[in-house]
């Protein structure tokens, strides 16, 4: 599975768009991205998956670029209980059965009032 | 609730001991996995059972094993304890179709003293 690289930690204020990036320059063609969070010690949780579209659910957005070379994770209105580590995986999409999730260190997202 | 149960949430236990911590999948998913994520480590994949079978071993310690019961639950086995094994023990269970998000239980807290 191809590496990501995300920013450790970001502030939001309550109310705004947090937008959290992800790079994953070395994304092969049957690689999706994936995100998950986990809040305070939770299990994770699944956000949203895309492979190059522009994908959106009623937790996130995300935004491929038209490389794939890199993603950004959209929160529109963010609010105190989103924080959490975010964490931003390539994998690929299993034919069958399925298969794990590396998780990186993700990033740290901090929303305050 | 992620529909993911785990037991016990919380195991204290000493040096050299055995545990077992157990896993209810959601109804219907066939796939079980086990993470750890330990504070140093983070979070890392260990084995993944698809329907009573092993399917892929991550970097599970040879001390560690488990098992998936024709019920689907699935039972994590850690032997020979040390202290480093104090950890959160994650499972997940996977639906059986695209897009394979994985749904976490709460997790099992275990402290080796």
């Known amino acids: 599975d191809a590496k990501t690289t995300q920013p450790t930690s970001m502030d939001c204020a309550e109310g705004r768009a947090a937008n959290l990036p992800c790079n994953h320059s070395?994304?092969?063609?049957?690689?999706?991205v994936y995100w998950y969070r986990q809040i305070h010690s939770q299990g994770p949780q699944y956000i949203i998956h895309?492979?190059?579209n522009n994908e959106t659910n009623e937790m996130a957005s995300l935004i491929i670029t038209e490389d794939r070379k890199s993603s950004t994770l959209i929160l529109p209105h963010a609010t105190l209980r989103d924080t959490a580590v975010y964490y931003c995986?390539?994998?690929?999409?299993?034919?069958?059965?399925?298969?794990?999730?590396?998780f990186g260190k993700g990033t740290t997202l901090s929303v305050s009032s | 609730d992620s529909g993911v149960t785990q037991t016990p949430k919380h195991l204290i236990t000493a040096t050299g001991q055995r545990v077992t911590l157990r896993c209810s999948p959601r109804?219907?998913?066939?796939?079980v996995y086990w993470y750890q994520q330990s504070l140093d480590q983070g979070l890392q994949f260990l084995i993944h059972?698809?329907?009573?079978?092993?399917?892929a071993k991550g970097n599970i310690l040879e001390r560690f094993s488990a098992q998936q019961f024709p019920d689907l639950h699935s039972e994590l086995n850690l032997s020979s304890l040390e202290l480093g094994d104090s950890a959160l023990y994650f499972c997940?269970?996977?639906?059986?179709?695209?897009?394979?998000?994985?749904?976490f239980g709460p997790g099992t807290r275990l402290t080796v003293t």
């Open positions: 997940a269970s996977s639906v059986a179709g695209p897009p394979w998000e994985q749904y």
């Open positions: 070395t994304i092969s063609g049957n690689e999706y």
């Open positions: 895309g492979l190059k």
């Open positions: 995986i390539v994998r690929v999409h299993p034919v069958q059965a399925g298969t794990a999730l590396i």
């Open positions: 109804s219907g998913d066939l796939s």
């Open positions: 059972y698809y329907n009573g079978e092993e399917r």
